[in-house]
T-cell receptor, first 111, second 115 residues
Framework: GDSVTQMEGPVTLSEEAFLTINCTYT??????LFWYVQYPGEGLQLLLKATKADDKGSNKGFEATYRKETTSFHLEKGSVQVSDSAVYFC??????????FGEGTQLTVNP | NAGVMQNPRHLVRRRGQEARLRCSPM?????VYWYRQLPEEGLKFMVY????????ESGMPKERFSAEFPKEGPSILRIQQVVRGDSAAYFC?????????????FGQGTRLTVV
């Protein structure tokens, strides 16, 4: 079945540091890939998405590229802020099926 | 266009009682998903519904849990005879269900506490 594996957390960085959160997946066919973010006490918000190989999703300074050859969708940001502290979830979906999530990675950014 | 609405936001039940969680999808969305999030853990899929149909309930416990999405009204997740282990945040998501991208929009969640 489909599965998503995320880099284990928690991750703690200083403000303006570079962020990478690794995500790899297993799925049949050609899934769409997503990163969601969850702030404390809130639901999940879509951060970015990519629907086919080599697509790059980007939003709010975050980027992730759909790499079919390595089945990966790593999340990156060049300079994190304190306000980026949250839990980040990688997810995939195939047409007509539900989202499958990774375990989530807690990010804490210190001033 | 209101987002996905879940209520109540917080629910306290005693062991053995029933918990009823509601989810109103975004306007125009006909697909609803329920997920459970235990403290410090990720989201676990429970059930995927379309109007009046259960599409995938592979994540639902076989006993005490049920879900519906009637033709009119919100989707309901029902937990009968709750136990302490049911304490969690329950999230609902909806999608239009068309096209290649099954992008889901999430509600704020219902945090169930069983005492």
């Amino acid at each position: 079945g489909d599965s998503v594996t995320q880099m284990e957390g928690p991750v703690t960085l200083s403000e303006e540091a570079f962020l990478t959160i690794n995500c790899t997946y297993t799925a049949t066919g050609y899934p769409s890939l997503f990163w969601y973010v969850q702030y404390p006490g809130e639901g999940l918000q879509l951060l970015l998405k990519a629907t086919k190989a080599d697509d790059k999703g980007s939003n709010k300074g975050f980027e992730a590229t759909y790499r079919k050859e390595t089945t990966s969708f790593h999340l990156e940001k060049g300079s994190v802020q304190v306000s980026d502290s949250a839990v980040y979830f990688c997810a995939l979906s195939r047409r007509g099926s539900r989202l499958t999530f990774g375990e989530g990675t807690q990010l804490t950014v210190n001033p | 266009n209101a987002g996905v609405m879940q209520n109540p936001r917080h629910l306290v039940r005693r062991r053995g009682q029933e918990a009823r969680l509601r989810c109103s999808p975004m306007k125009g969305h006909s697909h609803v998903y329920w997920y459970r999030q235990l403290p410090e853990e990720g989201l676990k899929f429970m059930v995927y519904l379309q109007k009046e149909n259960i599409i995938d309930e592979s994540g639902m416990p076989k006993e005490r849990f049920s879900a519906e999405f009637p033709k009119e009204g919100p989707s309901i997740l029902r937990i009968q005879q709750v136990v302490r282990g049911d304490s969690a945040a329950y999230f609902c998501a909806s999608s239009p269900g068309t096209g290649a991208i099954t992008e889901a929009f999430f509600g704020q969640g219902t945090r169930l506490t069983v005492v």
